[in-house]
């Protein structure tokens, strides 16, 4: 099997695993990065969303040796500063309910907050909808 050299959390990880692992798997089972779920395994739901090099995307329809040198934060990585604002106006607006979607909201927003320019509201809750919260929380997030 090959050996592939991600960049995750700012850290170097070296995992042997078959071509064509999703990167899911890989921070999951490989690493022990739990806080990516697993759901749809289709890349619909945004439940295993990851940054790669600041941009939101689907951990499970992202075979490992398309990843390369480029850097992947996982909730594990971005949750490192505690005292981040969106972590603050989450806990003040009471979003969490059951926290499964939660990685892959958090993780989207802060994609959109990496860009240059400021999102507009719709551009916002464009990207949350595409995150799929099966226990009703859309109105808080």
Not at 7 to 24: C, D, F, M, Q, S
Not at 67 to 72: A, T
Not at 94 to 120: D, H, M
Request: hydrophobic share 30%; with cysteine; aromatic share 6%.
């Amino acid at each position: 099997m090959p050996e592939y050299k991600l960049n995750i959390n700012g850290k170097e990880e070296r995992v042997v695993v078959e071509a064509g692992t999703p990167l899911l798997w890989v921070l999951r089972d490989e690493l022990g990065l739990t806080g990516t779920k697993y759901a749809c395994g289709k890349g619909l739901c945004g439940s295993c969303t990851v940054l790669i090099d600041g941009e939101s995307d689907r951990s499970c329809s992202i075979p490992v040796e398309t990843v390369g040198n480029r850097k992947i934060t996982t909730i594990e990585g971005f949750a490192g500063d505690k005292n981040h604002p969106i972590f603050k106006k989450w806990i003040e607006h009471e979003v969490s309910q059951c926290g499964y979607c939660q990685p892959g909201q958090i993780l989207t927003v802060a994609s959109l907050l990496n860009r240059p320019e400021k999102p507009s509201y719709t551009e916002m809750e464009t990207a949350l909808t595409g995150v799929l919260c099966r226990c009703g929380t859309y109105p808080r997030i």
